[in-house]
């Protein structure tokens, strides 16, 4: 079955990311601007993205059991 969820590229993610959030994210040492952590950061929320995907699916899937 096909996902109907449309994949963001890294910039759309960042720019999602308000400025109240960034600056709790520094706290805990994630600097945004960074490009190893904007990276880090991106791919954290695809992983979270990908992983709630399969939950929806498998949720779908056993409900028409």
Known sequence: MPSY???????????SVSPRERVMMLRFGLDL??????ELFVSG?????????????????NALR
């Open 33 to 38: 601007d960074d490009p190893e952590h904007a």
């Open 45 to 61: 929320v695809r992983a979270a993205d990908d992983a709630i995907a399969a939950q929806e699916r498998w949720e779908r899937e």
């Open 5 to 15: 969820r449309r994949a963001h590229s890294a910039a759309e993610i960042l720019r």
